[in-house]
């Protein structure tokens, strides 16, 4: 069992198991010191579900990859609706998508980030994996072994029976597979979590994202900075205003998400501004498995569960007057 440090990334953490894997396979090959080929595949993939893209996971992971590159095949890919319903189907869909009659190799090692089971944590002793291949899985947040019990299976357990299935979370190891899940639901300050939570109790019944999201989290987050609703006067009136504030003017690790139908001169401007500050800027539908210290959600016409739970420090809501 692998445990990272306290509030690490399930994603990162899972990245450093693939690189431990992929050197064990250096080794055991006797290709340490020599002159190495692409005999080895690695494959970093996000997965998503409908309109909910990944692309700024996938360049993370591509970025956080460059020191092996030279070691190995490295390909990132997205992976829309992939289904999960039981082991069996889940690897019957890995064979289909790890198919390649272009090449062969002798050892390929898979990552997939932001996966949503429809199985308990205990069924995955049922995954019989693939020949010549290692995964790393890592699970989307939102998880919990409660979402898959049907409701005779949670009525013939004692309540802390179901409560010990709810919370376990964590890292284990297979043979050839090793399972990633963050020990807490969340990585952000206490005030991001409870307005998460609050958000979440108080959506609307016909999103059930009460069926998608989970509600365990552990207590004891560290405490920061309420989050901020600015409403402002124009477009021109809030890039002032990063540009000036003392929280705002000399921070990188910003990631603005504006919504992908607004106006297309807002959103040049928006995107401009961003680039000259080394923001990250990205549209309400690509942000899965993607974090910031601090997040600005700009004149978004509806709340945006997957926005609201990007920011680790800081979340700041933009309105603008023309805003409805």
Not at 107 to 114: F, G, H, K, S
Not at 183 to 202: A, P
Not at 208 to 226: A, C, M, T
Not at 271 to 299: N, Q, T, Y
Request: glycine share 4%; net charge positive.
């Amino acid at each position: 069992i692998i445990h990272g440090p306290e509030g690490s990334g399930k994603t990162l953490l899972a990245l450093e198991v693939v690189k431990m894997k992929l050197s064990h396979q250096i080794m055991q090959q006797g290709l340490a010191g020599k002159k190495i080929g692409k005999e080895v595949r690695v494959l970093l993939c996000g997965t998503y579900q409908g309109e909910d893209r990944v692309p700024n996971l996938l360049r993370q992971l591509l970025s956080e990859s460059k020191d092996i590159s030279d070691r190995c095949e490295l390909q990132v890919r997205p992976i829309k609706d992939l289904k999960m319903s039981s082991p069996k189907d889940f690897g019957k869909n890995l064979k289909t998508i790890l198919e390649d009659n272009t090449k062969s190799y002798t050892m390929t090692i898979v990552m997939m980030d932001e996966l949503f089971p429809g199985f308990t944590t205990e069924k995955w002793m049922d995954f019989k994996g693939l020949p010549n291949t290692d995964f790393v899985l890592a699970l989307r947040h939102a998880f919990n072994d409660g979402a898959c019990l049907r409701w005779f299976q949670k009525l013939g357990k004692k309540e802390k029976d179901f409560q010990d299935i709810m919370e376990q979370q964590g890292v284990d190891v297979f043979e050839n597979t090793v399972f990633c899940h963050l020990r807490k639901s969340f990585r952000c300050t206490q005030e991001l979590l409870s307005l998460t939570y609050y958000m979440l109790m108080h959506s609307p019944p016909e999103e059930q994202l009460y069926k998608q999201k989970s509600f365990v989290h552990l207590p004891e987050s560290i405490s920061g900075k309420k989050p901020l609703w600015l409403e402002v006067s124009s477009l021109e009136a809030f890039l002032n205003y990063t540009d000036t504030n003392e929280d705002l003017k000399t921070v990188t690790d910003v990631m603005v998400i504006y919504e992908p139908d607004n106006i297309k001169d807002v959103i040049q401007k928006l995107r401009a501004h961003c680039l000259r500050r080394k923001w990250k800027v990205c549209p309400s539908s690509s942000v899965m498995g993607s974090e910031a210290s601090i997040v600005i959600i700009f004149d978004m016409k509806s709340v945006h569960f997957e926005s609201i739970s990007r920011a680790v420090l800081q979340l700041i809501f933009v309105t603008t007057q023309k805003s409805k």
